[in-house]
């Protein structure tokens, strides 16, 4: 079995894994970074959304080995005490319901703000139209967005 380098959260992880196996996998089973979960294994519902440079990806459709040379970042790689701005602002308006996608649109969100760091309900919508949430909570997904990005100025 192949050895890969994986930057994960800014720590360099070494793997021995199969070269087709999903990161999605080496995350969860390898490296024990349960935070990105597992929803559809097909790349429809989103909850399995992570950074690799800035970009948000369907962990469960991008191999590890296609992530080398790659900054890898999880829900867990936000921050260790839940003081990132998109953190704060899910917590403060109460947006989680079953929880289950929120980690997929969490990140989904963080890349967004990084390219576009005041959206529009529009471009919210757009951005967030890949991560699912089963109990339908995107208005407040939306207000969250909203007011990370307000945090995030400060």
Same mark, same amino acid.
């Given at each position: 079995?192949?050895?890969?380098? #994986?930057?994960?959260?800014? *720590?360099?992880?070494?793997? !021995? /894994?199969?070269? !087709?196996?999903? $990161?999605?996998?080496? /995350?969860? !089973?390898? /490296?024990?970074? &349960? %935070? &990105?979960? +597992?929803?559809? %294994?097909?790349?429809?519902?989103?909850?399995?959304?992570? $950074?690799? !440079?800035?970009?948000?990806?369907?962990?469960?459709? +991008?191999?590890?080995? =296609?992530?080398? %040379?790659? *900054?890898?970042? &999880?829900?867990? %790689?936000?921050?260790?005490? =839940?003081?990132?701005?998109?953190?704060?602002?899910?917590?403060? #308006? @109460?947006?989680?319901?079953?929880? +289950?996608?929120?980690?997929?649109?969490?990140?989904?969100?963080?890349? #967004? /703000?990084? &390219? @576009?760091? @005041?959206?529009?309900?529009?471009?919210?919508?757009?951005?967030?139209?890949?991560?699912?949430?089963?109990?339908?909570?995107?208005?407040?997904?939306?207000? =969250?967005?909203?007011?990370? =990005?307000?945090?995030?100025?400060?």
């Amino acid at each position: 079995m192949p050895s890969y380098k #994986l930057n994960v959260n800014g *720590k360099e992880a070494l793997v !021995d /894994l199969p070269a !087709d196996m999903p $990161l999605l996998w080496a /995350l969860r !089973d390898v /490296l024990d970074l &349960t %935070g &990105t979960k +597992y929803g559809c %294994g097909v790349g429809s519902c989103g909850s399995c959304t992570v $950074l690799i !440079d800035g970009i948000a990806i369907k962990s469960c459709q +991008y191999t590890a080995a =296609a992530a080398v %040379g790659k *900054k890898i970042t &999880t829900i867990e %790689g936000l921050s260790e005490d =839940a003081s990132h701005p998109i953190q704060q602002a899910w917590i403060a #308006l @109460n947006v989680p319901q079953c929880g +289950y996608c929120q980690a997929g649109q969490i990140m989904t969100t963080a890349a #967004l /703000l990084k &390219t @576009n760091p @005041n959206p529009t309900d529009a471009q919210i919508d757009a951005a967030m139209e890949g991560v699912v949430c089963r109990c339908g909570t995107y208005a407040r997904i939306r207000k =969250a967005i909203h007011k990370a =990005a307000e945090l995030s100025k400060k």
